[in-house]
């Protein structure tokens, strides 16, 4: 049937979301529109008041329709717009050939196949966007200090740390560190914000494989002073990755064998968390499961990412199988291990949970590309929707200073990749960067979000 | 029945209606989607003096227009595009004929399709076409007739019963 009735048989495909989410944002723009009328003066309050008027005129009973023939002036028109909250500085990399705006063209083939070095953007509300750092050198894995008073980040695989100042500028590098080998994640600030860590691994890259390598954790002070605060050994095939605890006194690390914990004092490594054993003599090394992105709130625990690699048929590691990720929690205080959520995905290599500023929530993205946010408090997990983009698909998410908000890269198919901020109340998202293939390749790593 | 009831009701009656009218007209889930669900949100906002409008659900259509023509416009390119990406939610099930029928109506200007849609899918007379839109009666049948006419070939089962 090809007629305009066939497309009645779609209405019970359109299946409403939850009422009560709509609630809950009627609710906040209502909350929203009292706090911006209360900040904006009398002025403000009388357009506010008048509109509540206006929607009880009797015989008024639907909106005026919108289009030339019947203008209807609104409140967006009649009254000035509303200042500008600065909410702080966010810091990105993007391929340089995107210009200082950020608004140079570069299509998808040069972004994607012909990779250019990256530099240092910014981005703050009310103001343009602007190259920060352009040396061309291809600085990666930003991090503001929790200070938000410093900027480091990796040049190569050259540790940088910079000052940043009230404009958000970064001035002239106060540390360069060259780490013994590359570092295998992303250089960590100490909560204390006295030290930037990292973890190297040594030895021979052509060992064989089933075989170990020593792996360090190392700390760099502000004065530049280097210093490994663990040892240990790893199997070549698994990539360690390390948090810093909330008091900047011990770290938490990953080998095959487990999630452990060592004090800066140089104690014995304490083992938090261990795979379950396996059937050695008929699984490859490879197929155990095992740990990764650690995170350490600020209230204490530990979230971190378990990958399990099952095979589809027995005794076939080269048939097809199920990758699973699952969100572990462990309590050190306690030893208490919690599994959070499984995953049938994780699209980017590394991506775990973030711990909101304070420590009280979790965000992460879910097998439907779905931003989650648990709440460890009600134990309860949110999806969120962005407005006006509820289809969107996000690889990552980081938090704003303020707990308030996420950020993550997200991407449209044609116009390449924007930076989102996601207010976590359900308020509708901002985009904080043009549509750019210029931040094609980009990962939250290398976004990080200042409070300055 | 309390007023929140009615109205979760009416949503979850009317939800998918206004869904496929408003996607009829722009031709992409996700906006006609935000379309309704900014319609009830308003709705809801109105609180004591929606219980005041005759038809509910002529004034959510009304609404959901008026987002649509409203939508910051790089925001609907942005969701125009955005569909294509592998999503989280499952897509309905939208086969070849009605991307046909979709992109057929996506021939008709806005004024055009916006009448057709209300007239044959919302099953809305010409006066009350007009008395949502805001404009003369005369104007709908004008923009009905030329609609109509590009779009003889998906009308003929309607036009042997249907006479406006």
């Known amino acids: 049937m090809s007629s305009l009735d066939s497309l009645r048989e779609l209405t019970g495909e359109f299946r409403p979301p939850a009422y009560d989410d709509l609630v809950a944002v009627s609710r906040t723009r209502r909350q929203r529109s009292v706090m911006t009328a209360a900040a904006t003066g009398v002025a403000a309050v009388v357009v506010v008041i008048v509109g509540t008027l206006a929607v009880t005129r009797p015989g008024d009973d ?38 200082d705006a950020l608004t140079d063209p570069l299509s998808f083939e040069q972004a994607e196949f012909h990779r250019k070095p990256w530099d240092i953007y910014l981005s703050r509300r009310g103001e343009p966007i602007r190259r920060v750092v352009r040396t061309e050198a291809g600085e990666s894995c930003l991090q503001v200090s929790p200070d938000g008073n410093r900027l480091a980040y990796l040049e190569g695989s050259t540790i940088v740390v910079v000052p940043l100042d009230a404009a958000g500028d970064p001035g002239a590098p106060q540390v360069r560190a060259e780490p013994p080998t590359p570092p295998t994640g992303c250089p960590q600030w100490a909560p204390d914000g006295r030290s930037v860590g990292y973890v190297a691994l040594l030895g021979d890259p052509e060992t064989p494989l089933y075989s170990t390598r020593p792996g360090e954790v190392h700390a760099v002070s502000l004065d530049g002073d280097d210093r490994v605060i663990a040892s240990f050994d790893t199997q070549i ?133 779905q931003i989650r946010v648990h709440d460890r408090a009600t134990g309860r997990t949110t999806i969120l929707t962005p407005r006006p983009r509820p289809r969107a698909t996000f690889y990552e998410v980081g938090w704003a200073p303020d707990g308030e908000q996420l950020i993550a890269v997200q991407y449209a198919e044609k116009l390449g990749y924007a930076l989102d901020s996601i207010p976590i109340d359900g308020s509708p998202s901002e985009l904080r960067t043009p549509w750019t293939w210029a931040l094609d390749w980009v990962g939250v790593d290398g976004v990080t979000w200042g409070s300055r | 029945m309390s007023r929140s009831a009615a109205l979760q009701e009416l949503y979850e009656a009317s939800y998918g209606r206004l869904v496929l009218q408003m996607f009829a007209i722009c031709g992409d889930v996700a906006e006609a989607e ?63 004929d009605h991307v046909a029928v979709v992109q057929a109506l996506a021939g008709l200007d806005r004024d055009q399709r916006t009448v057709v849609v209300l007239r044959y899918l919302a099953d809305l007379s010409t006066t009350e076409i007009a008395h949502e839109l805001g404009v003369p009666e005369g104007t709908v049948k004008s923009r009905l007739s030329r609609g109509r006419e590009r779009l003889a070939p998906m009308l003929e089962e309607r036009e042997e019963t249907d006479h406006v």
């Open chain 1, 62 to 99: 639907a909106p005026q329709p919108a289009g030339p023939t019947t203008p209807t002036p609104t409140s967006d028109l009649s009254s000035p717009p509303p200042p500008v909250q600065a909410d702080g500085s966010i810091y990105f990399v993007a391929d340089h050939r995107g210009g």
């Open chain 1, 237 to 369: 095939w698994h990539t360690p990755d390390f948090a810093w605890s909330p008091d900047s006194d011990a770290v938490v690390y990953t080998t095959e064998s487990g999630l452990w914990r060592v004090s800066r004092g140089g104690e014995e490594p304490e083992l938090l968390w261990a795979p379950a054993p396996g059937d050695a003599s008929q699984e490859l090394p490879m197929a155990f499961d095992r740990p990764s992105s650690p995170t350490w709130s600020r209230a204490g625990e530990i979230a971190f990412v378990v990958y399990t690699s099952t095979p589809d048929e027995a005794n076939n590691p080269y048939g097809t199988g199920t990758d699973t990720y699952t969100i572990h929690l462990v309590d050190p205080r306690t030893d208490r291990v919690a599994k959070l959520e499984s995953f049938a995905r994780i699209i980017a290599d590394g991506q775990g949970a973030q711990w909101s500023p304070d420590g009280s929530r979790l965000a992460f993205i879910g097998p439907d590309g």
């Open chain 2, 34 to 96: 935000d379309a309704v669900q900014e319609a009830f949100v308003k709705a809801i906002g109105q609180g004591r003096a929606f219980d005041q409008v005759r038809k509910p659900e002529a004034w959510l259509r009304t609404a959901a227009l008026n987002h649509q023509r409203n939508s910051w416009r790089h925001a609907k390119v942005v969701r125009r595009f955005a569909t294509t990406v592998p999503g989280p939610q499952s897509s309905p099930e939208v086969g070849p």
